[in-house]
C-alpha cells in the first residue's frame, strides 16, 4: 500500500509509492521509445489492461462490440495498471514520531480517449471530445459517492516531455483523500477575494478580459480562452466558463458541447502555433465536499512544455516568464482554425 | 524593464520578461547542444561577461592577474548577461485594471565556480567549494544593503535537464523585491510550529533523524545530510546545519569550511549512485529583513533530475514519488567517499 506523508514544515502531503519503488538504475537517461510496438490502449489489447470501470460503445446491441473488455468502444476508462494508490481500505492516519502519515488510498484511472493510436485529442472531432469530457464527468460522479474521497484531480499529460509514458491518447483522473495544497491555496485565495468584494474572482477577471480584449485567444457562447495575466509558463492559456459555476461536474448538459469545442480550438491552435507541443492540461475544480459555492470557478489549464527551467522553479515556487502573455495571445488568435483542421474529422 | 505580475487568485509574483520576450520559434524542440565551442566563463574570455563585481584571485600582488576582468581568479561572481531583473529604479507598484504590478528590479548574477571548463562543483577540491560558499555570502552582504531587496535566491542548475544553459560550472543569484510564495509558505509553516510548540521544527527533524538513523546520507561536526521524510522527488535530500541559524549568511566562519565538506561529500555521492545526475541545489533562508529569527533553520535542498512528470505536478502542486526516502539513503550511505573522489582532487 502506497504511504501519504506530510511535510512538516509546509504541510504538503505527498504520495511515496513504495509499491513501484524504483533503485537507482530503473532511472533510465534514455527514456523508453513511445513510437511502435505494443499498444495496450489499442483495439484486441483490452485484456492487457485492468477491466475497463466504463466505456461508451456506440454499437451496443449490434454484436460481439457489446461485450465488456472487447472492441467496438469509442471512450474506454480502465483502473491504472501502475496506480498511485489503493482503492482498498481505510485511511488509518497516524503518527510516525513527530511524523503524520496515511495509508495511500485513492483511485488512480486512465480515461483512452479514442481507439485510433495515431490520434491525438486536438485531431478528434468535436463529438468524440464530447464523450471523452462525459466519460470524466461520468466518472467523477460514480467515485464521489465514496465518502473517503476529498478531492478529483483530472489532467492529460500530451508527449513524452510532459510525463506521458504511453503514447496513445489518455487522460486521467486520480481520487485523493486530501486537499493537494496548491488546491488549498486556489480556493483560500478565492475565498479571500469573495470576502473582500463579494465577487468571484474568476467572474471579474473573465469581465476584464473581454473588456480589454488584450488576452482573449477566443470565445464561444459558453467558454473564454485567455491568457492569464501573470502566466508562470510562455503559452500558458486558461479555459473557463463564462456561468460561474464551482464545479465541472455540475455543468449543464449544453456545456459539454461548448467545452469540447473549445477544447478543441485551444489545442489545434497550440498545435499550428508551437508545432504539435507536448502539454500538459489540468482541470481545476472545486473540492468534492464543497461542489457548490460562490468563490471558486472551475476551470481548465493548458501548459505546452517549452522551456526547461522546472528544476529550479519547483525549488523556490518562482517563476520566469519570458513570453509576455499578451505576445503569445496575438500568435494564438492568429491561427485560422477551420483552416489547420486535418481533413477527415470535419464530418460529424 | 521586466514586469512582475501578480497572479490575482494566489497571489504568486511571477516574472515576466519582456526585454527577452520569446516568438514561438525561439522554443527550440532540439536543445542547444552545450559541449564545445566558445566559453564566455573561461580564462582569456572575461570581456564577453558584464565586469565582475567580485572574484578571488590568489595572487593578488603577482602581476598582471591582478587585474579586474582578466584571468587568474578562482571563483569569479558577475552580473547575468541576460537578466530576469534590472538593477536600476524603483519598484512603481501600480493597478492595472483588478490586476496587480510593479517593475522587475533586482538583481541576478552568475557565480562562476571554478576557471576550469571540464570541473564539476562535485570535482573541485573542498577548500574551492569553500571559496564558491564565501562569494555567495559576499554577495549577499552586498547586495541587502539595498533596502529594495527582501530575498536572495542561490541557487544551481546544473545540466541541461536541470535549465543550465551553459555547461561551465556555474550558480546563480537572483535579489528579489518580494518573497516568493513558498518561501512565505515555508517560513509562515515553521511559525506555526514554533508557536504550537516552542521549538524550530527543523531542529526537531534533526534531533528525530540522528536518533531514528533511518534516513541519514552522512553527517560532519556541523551539518547533517539526510533524505527528507516527505521528499516530492527520487533522491531528494537536503543538508541542514546542526545549529540553529536562521540565515545562509550568519554562519560563522568555520562552518563554511564544513560545508563544503558536506556539498561535496552529497554531491560525489549523488555522482556515484545516479551516475552523474543533472540536479538543482537551492539554498533556503530566511528573509533578508528577517535574518535572525527562532522558528526557520537555513538548509540546501538537492534535487537530481530523475524523473519527468513535472508537468503535472506545476498544475497541481500533487507529487507522487517513486522511491521512499529510506530507500534512496541506503544507496547513498554505500558509497565510499575517499574512493570515489578522481584522483588529483585530494592535494589540497
Known amino acids: 500500500m502506497p504511504e501519504l506523508r506530510k511535510d512538516p514544515i509546509t504541510g504538503r502531503w505527498v504520495i511515496i509509492s513504495t509499491d513501484r519503488a524504483k533503485r537507482p538504475s530503473?532511472?533510465?537517461r534514455d527514456q523508453v521509445k513511445m513510437k511502435g510496438g505494443f499498444c495496450p490502449f489499442c483495439y484486441g489489447n483490452e485484456s492487457k489492461t485492468p477491466p475497463e470501470v466504463l466505456a461508451f460503445r456506440p454499437n451496443k446491441n449490434g454484436g460481439?462490440?457489446?461485450e465488456r473488455d472487447s472492441p467496438g468502444w469509442t471512450v474506454r476508462v480502465v483502473p491504472n495498471k501502475f496506480p498511485a494508490l489503493?482503492?482498498?481500505?481505510?485511511?488509518?492516519?497516524?503518527?510516525?514520531?513527530?511524523?503524520d502519515k496515511m495509508n495511500g488510498v485513492g483511485a488512480h484511472e486512465?480515461?483512452?480517449e479514442t481507439p485510433d493510436h495515431n490520434a491525438t485529442l486536438a485531431t478528434l472531432p468535436e463529438?468524440?471530445?464530447e464523450d471523452v469530457l462525459w466519460a470524466m464527468r461520468d466518472r467523477i460522479l460514480d467515485l464521489r459517492q465514496d465518502k473517503r474521497f476529498k478531492y478529483i484531480l483530472l489532467f492529460k499529460n500530451h508527449g513524452e516531455p510532459a510525463g506521458a509514458s504511453l503514447e496513445h491518447a489518455h487522460s486521467q483522473l486520480i481520487a485523493l483523500p486530501i486537499l493537494p495544497k496548491q488546491v488549498i491555496e486556489e480556493l483560500e485565495?478565492?475565498?479571500?477575494?469573495?470576502i473582500y468584494k463579494e465577487r468571484c474572482v474568476f467572474c471579474d477577471i473573465i469581465r476584464q478580459e473581454l473588456a480589454d480584449?488584450?488576452?482573449v485567444v477566443s470565445e464561444n457562447k459558453d467558454f473564454v480562452t485567455m491568457g492569464p495575466y501573470a502566466p508562470r509558463f510562455p503559452f500558458e492559456t486558461w479555459i473557463l466558463p463564462k456561468r460561474h459555476e464551482s464545479a465541472f461536474e455540475n455543468s449543464p448538459s449544453h456545456v459539454y458541447e461548448s467545452l469540447a469545442k473549445a477544447v478543441k480550438d485551444l489545442l489545434v491552435r497550440a498545435d499550428r502555433v508551437l508545432e504539435n507541443p507536448s502539454y500538459n492540461l489540468v482541470v481545476h475544480s472545486s473540492p468534492l465536499q464543497e461542489p457548490i459555492n460562490d468563490h471558486y470557478h472551475w476551470h481548465i489549464e493548458f501548459m505546452p512544455k517549452l522551456t526547461k527551467t522546472a528544476g529550479f522553479e519547483w525549488g523556490t515556487g518562482f517563476y520566469i516568464n519570458p513570453t509576455p502573455p499578451e505576445e503569445a495571445v496575438k500568435f494564438m488568435r492568429e491561427v485560422d482554425v477551420s483552416a489547420a483542421q486535418p481533413v477527415g474529422t470535419q464530418n460529424h
Not at 86 to 99: D, H, T, V
Open 64 to 66: 460481439p462490440s457489446a
Open 86 to 99: 489503493g482503492i482498498e481500505g481505510g485511511l488509518n492516519r497516524q503518527a510516525q514520531g513527530m511524523f
Open 110 to 112: 486512465v480515461i483512452i
Open 127 to 129: 463529438k468524440r471530445i
Open 189 to 194: 485565495g478565492a475565498k479571500q477575494y469573495y
Open 213 to 215: 480584449n488584450l488576452r
Open 26 to 28: 530503473d532511472f533510465s
